[in-house]
């Protein structure tokens, strides 16, 4: 009865009525009232009343809301799927589109593309196993954008996000969407603003649904999709963008570069090389954050690569770790350029120590060559410098695989840094953390009690210094702090069986510091006395410990501060 009697008679009405407002008004009500398996049955009356209305009534609207009422349809169960099937709906609403848009040439760009995503959304929920489907509303839609230049008003470009927002939506994976042929050809017609909005939206659903991306074309299919965040537009100055915006979308692609992955070697490298490609075009301002992102990838690999007793590859494989370490030197050294030394010079300690455990000397050597340079070259100011000589003594004391003649060179560089930082107190402490250098657990030929001695009396004489100068210039010679830094110094290698180190030596340093600390001219300062205190304490613990430890402590004599 709604087919053969009610449904041509309210339409005739509609049509004659002429009036734009009323046909608008009168399309919408049929819609909304009468239930969606009627719609589903009558899709051709209804259509084909399309044309017949004032060019001026807005059925692009109209068409929409058809579509989302059967999308809702389709999605309320799996059952009335072949009801859609049957009547052939998906090619009935792609033509009747296509026939209103040519209808309208005017009609504006936001209207084409919202009845292209209100097909594409019913296309997903229709036939979410047909991609061809989807793949031809994208293709159309290129097609009514082609010649239009980018889109800049900021309806379409919402209308757009939309469209390319329902694949990952409908299957939480952005690997079906890269299979869409015409996916990448829609985003070229958006404005930079747009893209990166697209772009963000992408790594989001790649984080929500954890998706792996293992093979190097996949990673290059999805780089090529968010270039918005990877590298500058042309035209687009980077200061526009909110400080705050920016760091969170370099932190966003940092997150993704951790999420690329493959079990092989051959193919992680070819992924790394590939990121690579694509980060060194980012510019100055974006390398700090994607950079180290991956050497971290690219280090895992030669962990995983060191893990494996032989190369299973043979001698002439093309992923080795000495192939990887080639690449992080070219890649870090972008950095250096980018006055980013502090954190190059980090990474290239993060890569010796790497080298260190794959047992490649050169390797090692070539990487703390470079953070030396950085830092004689590139970091002038006196905290960096303080973080980087640390960062130098910690990396290089952990290093086995130097030969004596090169762990002696670049020693004896560390050293000589360490006693020209600019502060006295800052050049004592890392005088004396240099004493770790000549002293390392477990290696026998690492293990020179005298230059570790000599180490420490040079930490004191410059702890001498630092007293005097602030006497000269304050009248009071400050904390008795550094000297009991030194103290713990010295009794760590005593306990650790350094034989340069003596008993009478300890004496010694524990009266002074005790002679110092009833001194008119020493500030007081309670976090020394505590530190000496617990110091003391230490040692009549030690004490207390019996055997051989409590034996080498008994002769030390504590005398407690007044």
């Given at each position: 009865?709604?087919?053969?009697?009610?449904?041509?008679?309210?339409?005739?009405?509609?049509v004659n009525c002429k009036d734009e407002l009323a046909q608008f008004?009168?399309?919408?009500?049929?819609?909304?009232?009468?239930?969606?398996?009627?719609?589903?049955?009558?899709?051709?009356?209804?259509?084909?009343?399309?044309?017949?209305?004032?060019?001026?009534?807005?059925?692009?609207?109209v068409l929409s809301q058809l579509m989302e009422r059967l999308s809702?349809?389709?999605?309320?169960?799996a059952d009335v799927l072949p009801e859609f099937l049957q009547v052939?709906?998906?090619?009935?609403?792609?033509?009747?589109?296509?026939?209103?848009?040519?209808?309208?040439?005017?009609?504006?760009?936001?209207?084409?593309?919202?009845?292209?995503?209100?097909?594409?959304?019913?296309?997903?929920?229709?036939?979410?196993?047909?991609?061809?489907?989807?793949?031809?509303?994208?293709?159309?839609?290129?097609?009514?954008?082609?010649?239009?230049?980018?889109?800049?008003?900021?309806?379409?470009?919402?209308?757009?996000?939309?469209?390319?927002?329902?694949?990952?939506?409908?299957?939480?994976?952005?690997?079906?969407?890269?299979?869409?042929?015409?996916?990448?050809?829609?985003?070229?017609?958006?404005?930079?603003?747009?893209?990166?909005?697209?772009?963000?939206?992408?790594?989001?659903?790649?984080?929500?649904?954890?998706?792996?991306?293992?093979?190097?074309?996949?990673?290059?299919?999805?780089?090529?999709?968010?270039?918005?965040?990877?590298?500058?537009?042309?035209?687009?100055?980077?200061?526009?963008?909110?400080?705050?915006?920016?760091?969170?979308?370099?932190?966003?692609?940092?997150?993704?570069?951790?999420?690329?992955?493959?079990?092989?070697?051959?193919?992680?490298?070819?992924?790394?090389?590939?990121?690579?490609?694509?980060?060194?075009?980012?510019?100055?301002?974006?390398?700090?954050?994607?950079?180290?992102?991956?050497?971290?990838?690219?280090?895992?690999?030669?962990?995983?690569?060191?893990?494996?007793?032989?190369?299973?590859?043979?001698?002439?494989?093309?992923?080795?770790?000495?192939?990887?370490?080639?690449?992080?030197?070219?890649?870090?050294?972008?950095?250096?350029?980018?006055?980013?030394?502090?954190?190059?010079?980090?990474?290239?300690?993060?890569?010796?120590?790497?080298?260190?455990?794959?047992?490649?000397?050169?390797?090692?050597?070539?990487?703390?060559?470079?953070?030396?340079?950085?830092?004689?070259?590139?970091?002038?100011?006196?905290?960096?410098?303080?973080?980087?000589?640390?960062?130098?003594?910690?990396?290089?004391?952990?290093?086995?695989?130097?030969?004596?003649?090169?762990?002696?060179?670049?020693?004896?560089?560390?050293?000589?840094?360490?006693?020209?930082?600019?502060?006295?107190?800052?050049?004592?402490?890392?005088?004396?953390?240099?004493?770790?250098?000549?002293?390392?657990?477990?290696?026998?030929?690492?293990?020179?009690?005298?230059?570790?001695?000599?180490?420490?009396?040079?930490?004191?004489?410059?702890?001498?210094?630092?007293?005097?100068?602030?006497?000269?210039?304050?009248?009071?010679?400050?904390?008795?702090?550094?000297?009991?830094?030194?103290?713990?110094?010295?009794?760590?290698?005593?306990?650790?069986?350094?034989?340069?180190?003596?008993?009478?030596?300890?004496?010694?340093?524990?009266?002074?510091?005790?002679?110092?600390?009833?001194?008119?001219?020493?500030?007081?300062?309670?976090?020394?006395?505590?530190?000496?205190?617990?110091?003391?304490?230490?040692?009549?613990?030690?004490?207390?410990?019996?055997?051989?430890?409590?034996?080498?402590?008994?002769?030390?004599?504590?005398?407690?501060?007044?």
């Amino acid at each position: 009865m709604y087919k053969d009697v009610v449904l041509p008679r309210v339409l005739e009405q509609v049509v004659n009525c002429k009036d734009e407002l009323a046909q608008f008004y009168l399309m919408d009500c049929i819609i909304q009232v009468f239930p969606d398996e009627y719609h589903l049955q009558t899709l051709d009356v209804l259509l084909g009343a399309y044309p017949q209305l004032q060019p001026s009534v807005d059925i692009k609207t109209v068409l929409s809301q058809l579509m989302e009422r059967l999308s809702n349809y389709a999605a309320s169960s799996a059952d009335v799927l072949p009801e859609f099937l049957q009547v052939e709906a998906f090619s009935k609403l792609s033509n009747a589109i296509g026939k209103v848009i040519e209808a309208q040439p005017d009609m504006p760009t936001v209207g084409v593309v919202t009845l292209y995503s209100s097909l594409l959304t019913f296309t997903l929920h229709v036939h979410p196993d047909r991609l061809d489907y989807a793949d031809q509303v994208l293709g159309a839609c290129v097609k009514k954008l082609s010649g239009k230049g980018k889109i800049e008003d900021n309806r379409a470009t919402k209308q757009i996000v939309a469209l390319l927002s329902a694949p990952l939506e409908k299957y939480n994976d952005i690997m079906i969407a890269l299979k869409l042929s015409n996916y990448p050809r829609v985003i070229e017609y958006v404005d930079i603003r747009t893209t990166k909005v697209m772009a963000t939206v992408i790594i989001q659903s790649i984080m929500k649904n954890g998706t792996r991306i293992s093979t190097s074309e996949k990673v290059e299919a999805l780089f090529e999709l968010i270039k918005g965040l990877i590298k500058d537009s042309d035209g687009i100055p980077n200061d526009e963008l909110d400080e705050d915006d920016f760091k969170e979308e370099q932190n966003s692609v940092s997150r993704l570069i951790q999420m690329l992955y493959n079990d092989d070697p051959e193919e992680m490298f070819k992924i790394i090389d590939t990121v690579r490609k694509h980060i060194l075009t980012g510019g100055p301002k974006r390398l700090p954050f994607t950079v180290p992102p991956l050497v971290f990838s690219s280090l895992k690999l030669v962990r995983q690569l060191q893990g494996q007793e032989e190369n299973p590859f043979g001698d002439d494989a093309s992923t080795t770790p000495k192939k990887i370490f080639q690449l992080l030197n070219q890649t870090i050294e972008t950095l250096s350029g980018v006055l980013a030394p502090e954190l190059a010079l980090q990474l290239y300690l993060q890569c010796a120590e790497a080298a260190n455990d794959c047992e490649l000397e050169p390797v090692a050597y070539e990487f703390f060559t470079q953070a030396y340079i950085l830092y004689e070259e590139e970091i002038s100011d006196s905290r960096a410098q303080i973080t980087a000589i640390h960062l130098i003594i910690g990396t290089l004391q952990r290093m086995h695989v130097f030969g004596v003649e090169n762990r002696d060179t670049l020693t004896h560089k560390a050293t000589g840094y360490s006693a020209k930082l600019l502060k006295k107190p800052d050049q004592c402490r890392a005088v004396y953390a240099c004493s770790h250098l000549f002293w390392v657990d477990d290696h026998d030929n690492m293990k020179d009690g005298e230059r570790v001695l000599l180490c420490l009396k040079r930490a004191l004489r410059i702890a001498n210094a630092a007293q005097q100068m602030a006497n000269a210039a304050r009248g009071s010679t400050g904390s008795v702090m550094l000297f009991i830094e030194i103290l713990n110094k010295y009794l760590y290698f005593f306990e650790k069986g350094n034989l340069q180190v003596t008993v009478a030596a300890i004496q010694g340093l524990i009266e002074l510091i005790m002679n110092e600390m009833q001194s008119d001219t020493t500030t007081p300062d309670p976090a020394a006395n505590a530190f000496l205190a617990s110091t003391m304490r230490y040692i009549e613990f030690q004490k207390q410990k019996g055997g051989a430890v409590g034996e080498k402590y008994e002769a030390i004599k504590v005398s407690h501060a007044g």
